[in-house]
């Protein structure tokens, strides 16, 4: 396993990070892989969504959050008014599944980001969706805890970047519902402001 990719170069062409990350090899998650999750949505998406790592159901279909995880997910931006293909880009910190659905390790974390950062990098979203404390931990730094943190705006690489619980926490606990929708209004509310202020929503 390589110890860090971060003096890699960036790749400037979309197309080409694409083909480099879905033929990785970097890190022993690659030998227990059936797919490699490269993300999903506008490659120019006003917003970025990023999770943790890759499901069983995700690994298995090569596309993120397919799981009950993500039909959670999509039902919360459906409200929003955000649709995958229009408004997002989704992707996770490893983009290779763990096996168990594990925590991805700080050395897996290591090794994989900077693909992340360069999706950021041509992305160039306005504005970050955090999803849940592995997302938060590795983007943000250690000193952030989901439970209290979550809600507020804070920056991550350069960007306004919200983090917000992991749909499979609120799949654990339907009590996080009405906070995470406190979360998304506030979102929706920033979409507006800086990209849309015509932008639907039937319910924010
Ligand atoms: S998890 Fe990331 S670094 Fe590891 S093999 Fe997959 S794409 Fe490469």
Known sequence: MKASLFDQEMENDFDLLKEKVISCRHCDLSQTRNNVIFGEGNRNAPIMIIGEAPGRD????????????????????????????????????????????????PAEAAVCMPWLINQIELINPGIMILLGATALKYMAGADYKITRDRGKWITCQGKLTMPVYHPAALLRDPSLKRDTWEDFKKIVSKYRETYDPHHYSAHV
């Open 58 to 105: 995700e690994d298995l279909q090569g596309r993120p959050f397919v799981g009950k995880s993500g039909q959670l997910l999509d039902k919360i931006l459906e409200v929003c008014g955000f649709s995958r293909q229009q408004h997002l880009f989704i992707s996770n910190i490893v983009k290779c599944r763990p096996p168990d659905n594990r925590i991805p390790t």
